[in-house]
């Protein structure tokens, strides 16, 4: 197995962000100034998740898919929480060493 490298990632303090969390490679936004260490796996798994996809198509598919599964939920955390990119950094976050051994495109099993 290849030597993992690390994700580059710039962490900012943003105390007035609506969310937990927010990741824009390779800025992760958060909304405590200390945040857990499972959160900053969830944003690192989104990094990684962007490192593949390229920004672009990251969001542009996120905001597709979580279109698509508020049609099929109608609510919207229901919809946020079954996005693809979503399920796998939720499903592993608490997994601290997930990012070592996880698969390229391992989202596509959380369609």
């Known amino acids: 197995m290849p030597k993992q490298f690390r994700l580059p990632m710039i962490l900012v303090h943003t105390p007035f962000l609506w969310v937990e969390g927010l990741t824009f490679f390779p800025w992760v936004f958060c909304r405590d100034a200390n ?20 920004i672009f198509l990251f969001y542009a598919w996120y905001l597709v ?35 070592k051994t996880r698969k390229t495109w391992a989202f596509w099993k959380y369609l």
Request: net charge positive.
């Open 35 to 54: 945040p857990p260490k499972w959160l900053l796996n969830h944003e690192r798994i989104h990094l990684r998740q962007q490192l593949e996809l390229g």
């Open 65 to 99: 898919e979580f279109l698509v599964r508020l049609i099929q939920y109608r609510r919207r955390y229901l919809a946020y929480r079954n996005i693809s990119f979503e399920r796998e950094a939720y499903t592993n976050d608490k997994d601290l060493i997930y990012l």
